[in-house]
């Protein structure tokens, strides 16, 4: 069975700070994709990344940045310089890829505040 | 419309009584999806359509739940004989074909059993 675990329920921090949420999974596929979605107040959630299992390479956009490490089953996603517009939870999910579709498990969520 | 339209974004109903939430997804997507979302965790798989049939319904948790898609464009998602554990946000998400990456959610239905 596949399992997202993120074990940050709530971060608080400072504006200009960085912060980074953390994602382990489990699954027994060898073909996999990870993402992660952001759910602001509104409720609609947005995405922000995929990245397949065959892709280690450390991705950047903009302030946000993912370090995928597959030896620790790990997908972080780390917010350079944090704005309060950044306040949010950050959901972290796994997808199977040997069936089609987006059939997404989700962790429970991280809930970023960002104060000023 | 420009993105996902669920309707009604708000109900709240009795024990026992029928729901129906009906989602209109991004025009020419011929995925579809629904979770639902429960107070403090994150959303959970429901249902899967590709274009009119249910592809993937393993989700759906027992009878009562049923869901449709009859022109492989707005779907419905049924409730029958509400029990006060249905409560949550149910989420609708579509996207151009399978395995394409990014879904696009609607702001959801939040149901209320009473």
């Known amino acids: 069975a596949q399992k997202v675990t993120q074990a940050q329920t709530e971060i608080s921090v400072v504006e200009k700070e960085d912060v980074t949420l953390d994602c382990v999974y489990e699954?027994?596929?060898?073909?996999?994709?990870l993402f992660w979605y952001k759910q602001p107040p509104s409720g609609e959630l947005v995405f922000l990344i995929r990245r397949n299992s065959f892709d280690e390479q450390n991705e950047i956009s903009g302030r946000y940045s993912w370090n995928f490490q597959k030896s620790t089953s790990s997908f972080n996603f780390t917010i350079t310089a944090s704005q309060v517009v950044d306040s949010a939870v950050y959901f972290c999910a796994l997808s199977e890829a040997r069936r089609g579709g987006n059939k997404l498990t989700f962790g429970t969520g991280t809930q970023l505040k960002v104060e000023l | 419309g420009a993105g996902v339209s669920q309707t009604p974004s708000n109900k709240v109903t009795e024990k026992g009584k029928y729901v129906e939430l009906r989602c209109d997804p991004i025009?020419?997507?011929?995925?579809l999806y629904w979770y639902r979302q429960s107070l403090g965790q994150g959303p959970e798989f429901l249902i899967y359509f590709q274009g009119t049939g249910a592809a993937d319904d393993s989700g759906l948790p027992n009878d009562r739940f049923f869901a449709v898609r009859p022109e492989g464009s707005v779907s419905t998602l049924k409730i029958q004989r509400t029990e006060r554990g249905d409560s949550a946000v149910y989420l609708c998400?579509?996207?151009?074909?399978?395995?394409?990456?990014?879904?696009?959610f609607g702001e959801g239905s939040r149901l209320t059993v009473l």
């Open positions: 699954t027994r596929d060898t073909t996999y994709y």
């Open positions: 025009s020419g997507h011929t995925a």
């Open positions: 998400a579509s996207g151009q074909g399978a395995n394409t990456g990014e879904l696009f």
